[in-house]
């Protein structure tokens, strides 16, 4: 994996662009999408103008990984270059080294216009609310919880996607108003699950997986778990060994460049400051070392 230069796009000539989100451009295949990870990097709802390197690599391998260890139907079709449908080898022949280990061809989905949160420890906004009220999400929760405290049931806390900025947090009631209360269910129960048996593997790691949040779609009426799954950009990952109830901890994700961003004199709104080399080679370890660990 390249460490020493940033892709922070990548254009692809003679293919038809679906969309370019904060990380990943999307191709068109007819059959089947393709998906770029690239090491485009978004804070405070902002895509910073420094990239992380190799970071669309670690986010590519790691799903990878997850999708492979997990019993669940999902969309990856295939992530080498030599899976390259035949009629586009030759469009995508001038960008090889690029893609390398970035890309996944993917299945065409009815995506199911929510996220699917999972928490399972109280920190962030969701501490915040709890602060403020003793609930996340409107969930009422027992008194005494500290920050990071492990939630006394893990909490399944939908969002109606926002393209544009935060999704919006949203009740299950609301929820089974958008796409029914079947469905609803069933994805509840996949999302809990998939949790449930990523922590486990992941403690034994020595790892804590406090949140993540997953897609969904649907092929031919089935559930399909899609886009990326359990990176440290849809996940909290914490280190056990530093885990202290009372206090946040250290986080195998971009939390090292918020906490950096914090302290600059910057409102929040674009254009967002560049990163000096120190906070982007520690953000490459964590990256790295995350995915090393998990997968090792």
Not at 152 to 162: D, I, Q, R, V
């Given at each position: 994996m390249s460490k020493n230069k940033a892709i922070t796009s990548l254009e692809i000539h003679g293919l038809k662009k679906v969309r370019s989100g904060k990380v990943r451009e999307i191709y068109d295949l007819e059959s089947s999408y393709l998906f770029i990870a690239t090491d485009r990097l978004s804070a405070f709802d902002c895509i910073l103008p420094t990239g992380i390197p190799g970071k669309g690599q670690v986010l590519t391998s790691l799903s990878h990984y997850w999708f492979n260890l997990l019993d669940t139907p999902n969309h990856l079709i295939a992530d080498d270059i030599s899976s390259i449908p035949v009629e586009y080898k030759d469009i995508l022949e001038p960008y090889k080294d690029a893609l390398d280990g970035r890309f996944m061809i993917v299945k065409k989905l009815e995506m199911i216009p929510v996220e699917c949160v999972v928490r399972g420890y109280l920190v962030g906004s969701g501490y915040k609310e709890y602060c403020a009220s003793q609930s996340v999400c409107d969930i009422a929760l027992p008194e005494g919880l500290q920050l990071a405290s492990k939630l006394p049931e893990t909490l399944f806390t939908p969002a109606a996607k926002n393209d544009i900025g935060h999704d919006e947090n949203i009740s299950f009631e609301k929820m089974i108003d958008m796409v029914g209360e079947d469905l609803s269910i069933r994805l509840r129960k996949m999302s809990l699950d998939i949790y449930h048996r990523a922590y486990e593997h992941a403690i034994k790691r020595g790892v804590i997986i406090a949140d993540t949040k997953f897609e969904f779609g649907l092929l031919d009426g089935e559930i399909v778990?899609?886009?990326?799954?359990?990176?440290?950009?849809?996940?909290?990952?914490?280190?056990?060994?530093?885990?202290?109830?009372?206090?946040?901890?250290?986080?195998?994700?971009?939390?090292?460049v918020r906490d950096y961003l914090q302290g600059l004199d910057w409102n929040k709104q674009p254009p967002a400051p560049t990163l000096p080399d120190k906070v982007v080679a520690e953000t490459v370890n964590k990256y790295q070392e995350c995915l090393r660990i998990l997968t090792d």
């Amino acid at each position: 994996m390249s460490k020493n230069k940033a892709i922070t796009s990548l254009e692809i000539h003679g293919l038809k662009k679906v969309r370019s989100g904060k990380v990943r451009e999307i191709y068109d295949l007819e059959s089947s999408y393709l998906f770029i990870a690239t090491d485009r990097l978004s804070a405070f709802d902002c895509i910073l103008p420094t990239g992380i390197p190799g970071k669309g690599q670690v986010l590519t391998s790691l799903s990878h990984y997850w999708f492979n260890l997990l019993d669940t139907p999902n969309h990856l079709i295939a992530d080498d270059i030599s899976s390259i449908p035949v009629e586009y080898k030759d469009i995508l022949e001038p960008y090889k080294d690029a893609l390398d280990g970035r890309f996944m061809i993917v299945k065409k989905l009815e995506m199911i216009p929510v996220e699917c949160v999972v928490r399972g420890y109280l920190v962030g906004s969701g501490y915040k609310e709890y602060c403020a009220s003793q609930s996340v999400c409107d969930i009422a929760l027992p008194e005494g919880l500290q920050l990071a405290s492990k939630l006394p049931e893990t909490l399944f806390t939908p969002a109606a996607k926002n393209d544009i900025g935060h999704d919006e947090n949203i009740s299950f009631e609301k929820m089974i108003d958008m796409v029914g209360e079947d469905l609803s269910i069933r994805l509840r129960k996949m999302s809990l699950d998939i949790y449930h048996r990523a922590y486990e593997h992941a403690i034994k790691r020595g790892v804590i997986i406090a949140d993540t949040k997953f897609e969904f779609g649907l092929l031919d009426g089935e559930i399909v778990l899609a886009d990326e799954v359990l990176t440290p950009d849809s996940s909290r990952y914490w280190p056990s060994a530093s885990y202290r109830e009372g206090s946040n901890p250290p986080s195998y994700d971009k939390q090292f460049v918020r906490d950096y961003l914090q302290g600059l004199d910057w409102n929040k709104q674009p254009p967002a400051p560049t990163l000096p080399d120190k906070v982007v080679a520690e953000t490459v370890n964590k990256y790295q070392e995350c995915l090393r660990i998990l997968t090792d």
